[in-house]
């Protein structure tokens, strides 16, 4: 169901397209649901905006009057319509539109022809994330004067803001079923398993776990700008195909430090910097993007790196099926001193049961979840 904070008032959407087969289109799927502003020209767009307040944007590209990424940036050049989300919806689904589109500040790009049920999706979670921020903003203007018990509260909204855009990412890869969360269990255990470690004491003595977790869920943000042709595809990637897909680490970085522009908060934003930087590197030097060695890999970004193997080995794929938790560590053993920091697979090994209980507690979620009719879609083709 549409999440609506006022239940007698809809959300606005514009819609802008010169197409009028396309705005006939878009008011049967929406129609009902929202409150519709149809604009055929960007001109009547731009100054229908200085009259009226909406909630979202959907804005096609190649128009006749102005393109899409010039209404982008009138509107974001705007005080008053900057912070509107705008999300485009094309016939361009070449990756080059998409992340220029992105790097402008639209918040999702949706090539035609497109999923009525996907669309209605993801105008559902934008809606969600900006009431979130809302309140978040209406919270903190009056943060001052609140005790440090109300601190609490932030925290959890922030978090569950973050989880909104990482549900963003899992809705669009959905065959993860939760990876990002079950990740973050392992990454726990780990992570707490290195700060009782006095060889480590000198990085992590100034951690703050809960700023770490929380972090651990952007970690594969950038895949939000991954074509869906790589991202759902049902079998191994081909080498250029995998070429664009290791492109997900830089997205994200990209996307880490427009957080670190807005929120400000350096702790915060260097553990996602490190988590979605860093977990692909390996520590023979042949992983990606940097191709760092040894120790000149984050300590961070090296335990990310077991968490994120553990879960992608041990999870049902379209291309393969589970692996057990005994076979899973011992693939994790195997890569020891290459692929992962020797002395931190010692440090899991040591944690095999915690390990396997948080993974037998995930599996026995699953199990209810499918009994209640919430089963995760498992359709094509997630890439860790």
Same mark, same amino acid.
């Given at each position: 169901?549409?999440?609506?904070?006022?239940?007698?008032?809809?959300?606005?959407? $514009? !819609?802008?397209?010169?197409?009028?087969?396309? =705005?006939? /289109?878009? *008011?049967? @799927? +929406?129609?009902?649901?929202?409150? &519709?502003?149809?604009?055929?020209?960007?001109?009547?767009?731009?100054?229908?905006?200085?009259?009226?307040?909406?909630?979202?944007?959907?804005?096609?590209?190649?128009?006749?009057?102005?393109?899409?990424?010039?209404?982008?940036?009138?509107?974001?050049?705007?005080?008053?319509?900057?912070?509107?989300?705008?999300?485009?919806?094309?016939?361009?689904?070449?990756?080059?539109?998409?992340?220029?589109?992105?790097?402008?500040?639209?918040?999702?790009?949706?090539?035609?022809?497109?999923?009525?049920?996907?669309?209605?999706?993801?105008?559902?979670?934008?809606?969600?994330?900006?009431?979130?921020?809302?309140?978040?903003?209406?919270?903190?203007?009056?943060?001052?004067? $609140? !005790?440090?018990?109300?601190?609490?509260?932030? =925290?959890? /909204?922030? *978090?569950? @803001? +973050?989880?909104?855009?990482?549900? &963003?990412?899992?809705?669009?890869?959905?065959?993860?079923?939760?990876?990002?969360?079950?990740?973050?269990?392992?990454?726990?255990?780990?992570?707490?398993?290195?700060?009782?470690?006095?060889?480590?004491?000198?990085?992590?003595?100034?951690?703050?776990?809960?700023?770490?977790?929380?972090?651990?869920?952007?970690?594969?943000?950038?895949?939000?700008?991954?074509?869906?042709?790589?991202?759902?595809?049902?079998?191994?990637?081909?080498?250029?195909?995998?070429?664009?897909?290791?492109?997900?680490?830089?997205?994200?970085?990209?996307?880490?430090?427009?957080?670190?522009?807005?929120?400000?908060?350096?702790?915060?934003?260097?553990?996602?910097?490190?988590?979605?930087?860093?977990?692909?590197?390996?520590?023979?030097?042949?992983?990606?993007?940097? *191709?760092?060695?040894?120790?000149?890999?984050?300590? &961070?970004?090296?335990?990310?790196?077991?968490?994120?193997?553990?879960?992608?080995?041990?999870?049902?794929?379209?291309?393969?099926?589970?692996?057990?938790?005994?076979?899973?560590?011992?693939?994790?053993?195997?890569?020891?001193?290459?692929?992962?920091?020797?002395?931190?697979?010692?440090?899991?090994?040591?944690?095999?049961?915690?390990?396997?209980?948080?993974?037998?507690?995930?599996?026995?979620?699953?199990?209810?979840?499918?009994?209640?009719?919430?089963?995760?879609?498992?359709?094509?083709?997630?890439?860790?």
């Amino acid at each position: 169901m549409i999440p609506v904070e006022n239940k007698k008032t809809k959300h606005t959407i $514009m !819609v802008i397209d010169d197409n009028a087969s396309e =705005l006939l /289109l878009l *008011k049967n @799927i +929406l129609g009902e649901m929202y409150d &519709l502003r149809l604009c055929k020209t960007a001109s009547f767009a731009l100054s229908m905006l200085e009259r009226i307040s909406v909630d979202i944007i959907l804005l096609d590209i190649e128009m006749p009057d102005l393109n899409g990424y010039e209404v982008l940036k009138i509107i974001k050049a705007n005080p008053a319509t900057k912070e509107i989300p705008v999300i485009f919806l094309t016939g361009r689904s070449d990756n080059t539109s998409e992340l220029e589109g992105l790097t402008l500040g639209a918040v999702d790009y949706l090539a035609k022809p497109f999923s009525p049920p996907l669309l209605l999706k993801h105008i559902e979670i934008h809606l969600l994330i900006e009431s979130q921020k809302r309140k978040l903003k209406d919270f903190n203007e009056n943060l001052r004067g $609140m !005790v440090a018990a109300k601190t609490e509260k932030v =925290l959890k /909204l922030q *978090k569950s @803001i +973050l989880k909104t855009v990482a549900a &963003l990412v899992e809705y669009r890869d959905t065959s993860t079923g939760s990876h990002i969360e079950r990740t973050e269990r392992y990454l726990e255990i780990l992570v707490t398993a290195v700060m009782n470690e006095e060889k480590y004491k000198k990085f992590s003595e100034k951690w703050d776990i809960d700023l770490i977790l929380q972090s651990s869920l952007l970690h594969d943000v950038g895949k939000i700008a991954i074509s869906d042709s790589i991202l759902l595809k049902p079998g191994p990637l081909d080498a250029k195909e995998f070429a664009e897909m290791k492109k997900h680490v830089q997205y994200g970085l990209e996307f880490v430090e427009k957080m670190k522009e807005i929120d400000g908060e350096e702790d915060f934003t260097e553990y996602a910097r490190i988590m979605t930087g860093y977990h692909h590197e390996k520590w023979d030097g042949t992983g990606y993007p940097h *191709k760092l060695k040894g120790e000149d890999i984050p300590l &961070l970004g090296r335990i990310m790196a077991i968490a994120d193997v553990y879960d992608a080995v041990t999870s049902e794929r379209p291309y393969k099926k589970t692996i057990p938790h005994k076979e899973a560590m011992a693939i994790i053993r195997d890569g020891r001193g290459s692929h992962f920091d020797p002395s931190l697979v010692d440090l899991f090994m040591k944690k095999t049961d915690e390990i396997h209980d948080a993974k037998k507690l995930e599996t026995r979620k699953n199990i209810d979840n499918k009994s209640d009719g919430g089963a995760a879609q498992t359709p094509a083709g997630k890439r860790s």
